[in-house]
């Protein structure tokens, strides 16, 4: 069976006045491709595309007249090259237009309620932020309990420490994440909108884990103070090595949770994710030290015998054993993989892993990989690889000039990377919650997206923003998203237009395609932007908060 092809003919008639600068947009109903605004050289341009009989795709782009053009359909191309020719031959006499927002044919609608409790529900009371005062009141509560019945006990009080501080932990590991997302993303598609939506807010989970943690530090304050009055008392009963240990883990803790400052982590990433690993292992070791001279001098324990028996009965150690296999767990899933490397530009490259044996990757979920793997980890969404690349191909991630050691990644190609951990869920596994959602990704964000959108869960529109996106990222990715979505909106900025309003043009998509949410693939001022622009307008709305 042939593969279909369209004709697309230039003649005399008003070009579309609202398609933007570098603005690709194809249709099923017509099979229009347009790209860019009018001309220069002339009035404004005069196109109509029409609907001729379909012609195999192996046929290359062919000239009937000067001003006809046929191309064959994007997601069926077999020689890339004569496309990008022929599509060049195209867009080469289009202008720049200005006012490229007019494209939205839909206006924004008002948003819901006054502007001061808008601003507190959506900005300042996050479902982030909510998590992180459930956690905030929940100690508050015993703490106030411990003050107000004379409780607050050494031994208390550490359990009450390590008991935040597993829970900040624990909440992080690689299993119980997919656990929650997959228990809450499997719900019915039958259900309320509205508890799907609360659903999908899953992924600000991130608020108990910087909740416990802050307050982990918090108990041991209280602790520490307790222990040192008791010290300075010269009862004898806390030694002097318990009050040291005490003091070493407070200051390591207090170094872990400013690092986290969302300020401090956005400038200083590299400091804050290696004072995390190497402030949390000391710490963890220090922590272990510490119950222990702490059960012997609480317990008046005088032969080393006696303190194994002792501690067993205690919650802090089987809070600190849980919080130890924690950190341990996914280092025992490290492994060095080999990878293959296909150089889009320079800016951009595709990495494919080679180890289905180990690696199964699912829609929304992302890896971590690295070349250093003691001092520093970067998250990939993996794309997972159902063609027949390679015997053993089990999935890709798309790496984008960003930093260091993406900019090495692409000028250096790596033969092999480490792995650690398994696949974990992100923000777009909650996508499969909805029955139709638009899809917004800048740059390199088409990775994420693109591995939902082939896993075919849930009907998607997407809206692409980004420099030249087939000399950046290649045919194969441009084609692809194409032919899940022929109707996709892919905006070249590099066309002369600049950045677009992203939120009213995702709005007019949304309202078009009748789609119950939308979901956001791109960097924090745009995905804040958006998100707050739905959210406030009564759309669920979800993207990442970077708050790792």
């Known amino acids: 069976m042939s593969t279909p092809s369209c004709s697309m003919t230039v003649v005399k008639e008003r070009f579309p006045e609202h398609q933007g600068p570098g603005l690709i947009r194809r249709g099923n109903s017509s099979c229009s491709t347009v790209v860019g605004p ?18 195999s795709s192996s046929e290359p782009p062919q000239h009937t007249s000067p001003d006809t053009l046929t191309l064959p359909p994007p997601a069926h191309i077999s020689d890339a090259q004569n496309f990008r020719v022929a599509r060049d031959i195209f867009i080469s006499d289009i202008e720049k237009q200005p006012d490229w927002t007019a494209f939205a044919s839909h206006e924004l609608a008002e948003k819901n309620h006054g502007s001061i409790f808008r601003n507190i529900r ?11 005062t459930v956690v905030f009141l929940v100690n508050l509560t015993v703490a106030i309990t411990f003050a107000v019945t004379g409780t607050a006990r050494i031994d208390r009080l550490a359990g009450a420490a390590l008991g935040n501080l597993t829970a900040s932990v624990l909440i992080r590991n690689d299993h119980i994440v997919n656990f929650l997302f997959r228990t809450l993303s499997s719900i019915p598609k039958s259900w309320p ?18 909740g416990c943690g802050v307050f982990s530090l918090v108990w041991l304050l209280w602790m520490t103070g307790v222990i040192t009055r008791t010290y300075m008392s010269g009862d004898g009963v806390i030694s002097r090595t318990t009050l040291v240990l ?22 200083y990433h590299n400091y804050f994710e290696m004072s995390h690993r190497f402030a949390g292992w000391a710490s963890i070791c ?30 802090a150690f089987w809070f600190l054993a849980v919080t130890t296999a924690c950190l341990v767990h996914p280092w025992l899933h490290l492994r060095k993989l080999n990878v293959t490397t296909e150089v889009l530009s320079s800016h951009t490259c595709r990495i494919y892993a080679n180890d289905r044996s180990y690696i199964r990757p699912y829609p929304g979920s992302f890896v971590r990989v690295s070349t250093n793997p003691l001092f520093e980890w970067h998250s990939f969404a993996a794309i997972a ?54 899809l917004i990704a800048t740059g390199s964000g088409i990775g994420p997206c693109l591995a939902v959108m082939k896993a075919g869960q849930v009907s998607c529109r997407v809206l692409w923003s980004t420099r030249a996106p087939r000399d950046t990222y290649g045919d194969r990715i441009v084609d692809d998203v194409l032919a899940i979505d022929p109707k ?9 237009g600049g950045r677009p309003d992203v939120v009213k043009m995702a709005y007019s998509l949304y309202v078009d395609a009748a789609a119950e949410a939308v979901v956001i693939i791109s960097n924090p001022k745009l995905t804040y932007q958006v998100v707050y622009g739905f959210e406030s307008r009564g759309v669920p709305a979800y993207g990442a908060i970077w708050d790792s």
């Not at 390591?252 to 982590?265: E, G």
């Not at 922590?287 to 067993?312: A, M």
């Not at 890709?396 to 930093?403: E, F």
């Open 38 to 55: 009018p001309p220069s050289s002339r009035k404004p341009s005069e196109i109509e595309v029409s609907e001729k009989a379909w012609k």
């Open 122 to 132: 959506f900005r300042i009371m996050s479902m982030y932020r909510r998590l992180f």
């Open 193 to 210: 909108l509205g508890v799907r939506q609360y659903c999908a807010k899953i992924y600000n989970f991130g608020g108990i884990h910087s």
């Open 246 to 267: 005490c003091w070493l883990v407070v200051c390591l803790l207090f170094l872990i949770c400013a690092s986290a400052y969302p300020v401090v982590r956005q400038y």
């Open 286 to 315: 220090l922590v272990w030290g510490l119950i222990v001279t702490l059960t012997r001098d609480t317990h008046h324990l005088t032969t080393p015998g006696q303190i194994p028996l002792q501690l067993v009965r205690t919650h």
């Open 385 to 438: 690889w159902p063609e027949s690349r390679g015997a053993s191909c089990d999935h890709s991630i798309v790496v984008s000039r960003a930093g260091d050691w993406t900019s090495r990644t692409i000028a250096h190609p790596p033969q092999k990377l480490w792995y650690k951990g398994v696949p974990t869920c992100g923000v777009l596994h909650v996508s499969k919650l909805f029955h139709k959602i638009i």
């Open 488 to 496: 996709a909106v892919i905006y070249d900025t590099g066309k002369g």
